[in-house]
């Protein structure tokens, strides 16, 4: 296992209380696997995927454990978090558009950069990896500016994962693409695995057809809870979650060209996360709720590597 | 590039060809006939040399012609340097008056901006995110920039010159020297100058510590530094990309205070009796020169302007986005 | 077909910025302190019997506790002065900043929402403007003109302060102007006056208030330099004619600290006091700013 998460839970400090964002989830991912992470939007995705990097001012570690090689992550710790990242953590940010500084010329802030957390520079292999994406190596020496906004994403790309990282967490990156370069950053993730860049990945997206295309593992949370997670081939065509039932038969084909489709298309709102009731979070929207969903379902393995969190499933 | 020093220029020019408008157009807009009635209300030293000046004026002013001949004819006048005679300080030309009095001026507005501005800088950047200095560092500078200029001076002049009698209070140089290129004189220039500058420095050092503060926060949020806090940078770093960059708007920033500056300049003159612009503008004033007033007005203007434009060029040199933007070479 | 109702889960913003605004301690301080003073230029004139410039006893007197403030050279009660001072400072302040105020989201709103030939007119006028020296252009107006009332030098102010304003608010106009519900407005037929009334300027109030401040500020800062320099209003006292006078009098040679520092005290309290206050509303209005 590369990465272990037990019953994790990070919650958001505002003025009316705790937003319970993630609120003891645990799964894990195996050496080279790469793990797709769905669900509406605020369920908690990016909460999880922060927790695993860099928890932001209002976030607030409340339990539960990171395990990554073998070493638990001290992820409540800004500080002592800091050697984990980039070396065996590392993010490709949603906002990669304007993710390098500006005012500085490519290749100096990743020398800059690296020189900083007293790593030297391996400039073959930065120029093996630039071919790679097919980047020009004279981007090294432009300002972000310079370069369109596709390249741009290719860089921080490769930016990210220069150090081998063992994790690599991608969120949303491809919202804002169109479909033929989501695509080409699909294949490439692929390539940056297939050959030993990193080690395992946690790719987020709203859209089950993308990650239908790049995950392994598809995960599926619902209001700060894991729902299901299984096999991709088993979430897209035997999903046994009701709530993973309903995403699958509201997307037009999985797996087909236009991938646009985002989740919404179920009835009804997500609970609040701030005092939650207790019980099955979902039980308002489900179709087939009964009594005992007034109990919290427990994330119950019921085949092999197929985890589901419904008293109806188990 | 072209397009932007085009436009900055335009604008330029623009000011300039308004500012000498306005500057032809207001004594005519005065009722009556009016280098007899700034004449009549102006303090001239010598009374003899009253019919002289009518006659120069009525020559230049030139009302015999048309107003547009009127109008190219002042601009003759300013490109051949001429801005008049001073009334209060007949027969000396104003343009005598302002050259005399314009290195006093740069002397106290140079040094006084570029190290308030630098140190300012500095100071905001550390304040930034850092509980305890901000804590002191944005009180004080609030204070400061609330402080009219010439409050602060008067305040120095009083405390360090007349309570503590460390520092002279008035004059440019002692009434007993006489300007030349010597040692004494040049300490003594510099001991007069002491005062004014460090005034001006105070008030205008808030400002910048205030700018910079904000602008920098803005600066550590941004993305890159999230980036670089989520790729385990150190915090110096970041710190430094962001200052490098926050720097960039306080050179804007610069630009649109220099009136203020210049301003602040001019009302601190006048409480220590510097002999630069301020203290003609004053004399004008009191004496009802306005000749003398006008020439320090398109005076003001032009050098605000240069110095304008010298930002402009900086702000190219130092963001190299301006640079690679305006090159076209985008992809 | 199912179709999602997506309620409109805006939070309530004017309860949680009242909530910060009452925790907000750079905006209590500031406040405070402007209302004390603006308590004592407004009521304080009523409880003065005499005109401020009336010679009421002893010249050169330092304060007593019949003139709380002391006397000038000319046996003038500064007190009297100082609380007449106070009330034209904040005229000049406020009319100044509401006149600039005005002007700036007049062109900035014309500006920006328009876009076009007209923004570009606008904004190639506002530059000319900015970088004009204010004060040197008020010198020749005032210096010709004439100043007598504290209104005629609040309006020439505000005439030549507002183009910062100007700028920024076309800043944000134009980032508002393609907002969904300004689209929405424009499609059913709205006139772009009304737009900017009802749609744009109610959404960006906040940073108006804002802007409005640091006008009023930078007004009476002005003011006070064009006071000393002999350019102030002849028929009112303000804290900056104080100023003018005690210079012109030699007030700091005779050692009369009570004549001239008072007024700066009162000007640097006020301008301070918007300040601060204007950061604690920033700050109020603005959650990115609460952290830390
Ligand atoms: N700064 C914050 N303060 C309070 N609550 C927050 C904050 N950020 C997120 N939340 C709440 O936490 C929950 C999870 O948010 P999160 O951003 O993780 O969702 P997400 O799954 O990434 O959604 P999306 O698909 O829209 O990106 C949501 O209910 C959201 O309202
Ligand atoms: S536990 Fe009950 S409410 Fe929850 S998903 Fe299963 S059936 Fe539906
Ligand atoms: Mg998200």
Redesign the pocket.
């Known amino acids: 296992m590369t990465l272990e998460v037990d019953d994790l839970r990070v919650y958001?400090r505002?003025l009316k209380g705790d937003?319970q964002?993630l609120d003891g989830v645990s799964f894990g991912v195996k050496d080279g696997e790469i793990l797709g992470l769905a669900?509406e939007?605020?369920?908690?995705?990016?909460?999880?995927g922060k927790a695993l990097i860099r928890l932001d001012g209002?976030m607030k570690h409340v339990g539960g454990s990171v395990t990554l090689d073998d070493q638990v992550l001290p992820i409540g710790d800004d500080v002592k978090m800091n050697p984990y990242r980039f070396k065996q953590v590392s993010l490709i940010p949603q906002y990669s558009m304007s993710a390098m500084n500006p005012t500085r010329k490519i290749g100096r802030m990743v020398r800059e950069l690296l020189d900083s957390r007293k790593v030297k520079l391996d400039l073959d292999e930065l120029h093996n990896r630039l071919d790679l994406v097919e980047l020009p190596r004279e981007v090294l020496g432009k300002y972000p500016i310079e370069l369109s906004g596709g390249m741009k994403q290719r860089m921080v790309m490769v930016i990210s994962t220069l150090l081998n990282p063992s994790l690599l967490i991608a969120d949303?990156i491809t919202s804002a693409l169109d479909v033929s370069t989501q695509k080409a950053v699909v294949t490439t993730l692929k390539g940056f695995r297939d050959r030993g860049f990193v080690k395992s990945m946690l790719f987020i997206t709203?859209d089950i057809s993308l990650t239908n295309q790049l995950a392994d593992t598809i995960m599926v949370m619902y209001a700060?809870k894991l729902a299901e997670k299984a096999p991709a081939g088993v979430v897209v065509n035997a999903p046994k979650h009701p709530y993973t039932q309903l995403l699958i038969s509201s997307l037009p084909e999985v797996g087909v060209r236009y991938a646009d489709k985002r989740l919404t298309g179920i009835p009804g709102n997500p609970p609040s996360?701030l005092n939650p009731v207790p019980g099955c979070r979902f039980r308002d929207r489900c179709p087939l709720a009964f009594d005992k969903c007034a109990e919290e379902p427990p994330p119950v393995e019921v085949e092999k590597d197929h985890v589901v969190a419904c008293w109806k499933a188990a | 590039m072209r397009r932007y020093f085009g436009r900055k220029l335009l604008v330029y020019g623009l000011t300039f060809f308004m500012a000498v408008t306005v500057n032809w157009l207001v004594p005519r807009l005065m009722p009556g006939d009016p280098v007899a009635s700034m004449l009549a209300r102006a303090r001239v030293a010598q009374p003899e040399a009253q019919e002289a000046l009518r006659v120069y004026y009525n020559n230049l002013f030139g009302f015999d012609q048309p107003w547009w001949q009127q109008y190219l004819n002042s601009w003759g006048a300013l490109f051949r340097g001429d801005f008049g005679i001073s009334l209060w300080a007949f027969p000396t030309p104003v343009a005598d008056l302002l050259t005399r009095a314009v290195p006093y001026s740069l002397a106290l507005l140079i040094p006084s901006i570029l190290i308030s501005w630098v140190i300012g800088n500095r100071l905001g950047a550390l304040a930034a995110r850092r509980k305890v200095l901000d804590n002191t560092v944005l009180p004080v500078s609030y204070v400061l920039t609330a402080t009219p200029y010439l409050w602060l001076a008067a305040l120095m002049a009083w405390g360090f010159g007349i309570v503590w009698g460390i520092f002279p209070v008035a004059g440019g140089y002692s009434f007993s020297m006489t300007p030349s290129f010597t040692w004494p004189f040049f300490v003594d220039l510099l001991w007069h100058w002491v005062l004014p500058f460090a005034s001006l420095f105070l008030v205008a050092l808030g400002g910048w510590a205030i700018g910079m503060r904000n602008v920098i926060i803005y600066e550590l949020e941004s993305d890159y530094a999230n980036y670089l806090s989520a790729l385990g940078a150190p915090q110096k770093l970041i710190r430094r990309y962001a200052f490098r960059n926050a720097v960039l708007p306080q050179i804007t920033g610069l630009a649109l205070q220099l009136g203020v500056l210049v301003a602040g300049a001019l009302v601190t003159e006048i409480v220590f009796s510097y002999p630069g612009l301020g203290s003609l503008i004053l004399a004008a004033i009191q004496n009802k020169d306005f000749f003398l007033l006008q020439g320090a007005f398109l005076f003001i203007v032009l050098g605000v302007l240069i110095a304008n434009f010298i930002i402009d060029v900086i702000y190219v040199i130092v963001d190299p986005r301006t640079r690679v933007g305006m090159a076209g070479a985008s992809a | 077909m199912t179709t999602t109702t997506v309620e409109p889960l805006r939070p309530p913003v004017r309860w949680e910025a009242l909530y910060f605004a009452l925790r907000n301690t750079k905006l209590l301080v500031g406040m405070g302190i402007i209302l004390i003073l603006l308590g004592i230029g407004v009521i304080g004139p009523f409880f003065i019997d005499k005109p401020p410039s009336e010679y009421v006893g002893m010249q050169m007197q330092p304060p007593s506790g019949e003139f709380w403030l002391g006397t000038n050279t000319f046996g003038q009660d500064l007190w009297a002065q100082f609380v007449h001072g106070l009330r034209t400072t904040f005229l000049v302040g406020a009319l100044g900043g509401g006149i600039a105020a005005v002007i700036g989201m007049a062109i900035g709103f014309l500006a920006g929402y328009k876009g076009g030939w007209i923004d570009e007119i606008l904004t190639m006028f506002t530059n000319v403007v900015l970088v004009l020296p204010t004060l040197a252009v008020l010198f020749i107006l005032n210096a010709y003109i004439g100043v007598r009332g504290a209104g005629m030098q609040a309006l020439f102010i505000g005439l030549t302060q507002w183009p910062w304003a100007a700028r920024s608010i076309r800043a944000q106009t134009f980032s508002l102007r393609s907002r969904d519900f300004v689209d929405l407005a424009r499609l059913s037929g709205v006139g772009s006056g009304r737009i900017i009334m009802r749609e744009i300027a109610p959404n960006m109030s906040s940073y108006l208030l804002l802007t409005f401040i640091l006008l009023f500020g930078g007004s009476i800062l002005i003011a006070s330099s064009l006071d000393f320099i002999g350019l102030g209003p002849t028929d009112a006292v303000s804290l900056g004619l104080m100023l003018q006078q005690a210079h012109q009098w030699s007030a700091m040679h005779l050692g009369l600290w009570w004549w001239f520092i008072p007024p700066g005290a009162g000007i640097t309290l006020i301008v301070g006091a918007l300040y601060v206050a204007n950061v604690g509303l920033d700050e109020v209005f603005n959650p990115k700013l609460r952290e830390l």
């Open positions: 958001y505002t937003v964002a669900g939007s605020g369920c908690g995705k990016t909460t999880l209002r949303e709203h700060g996360l």
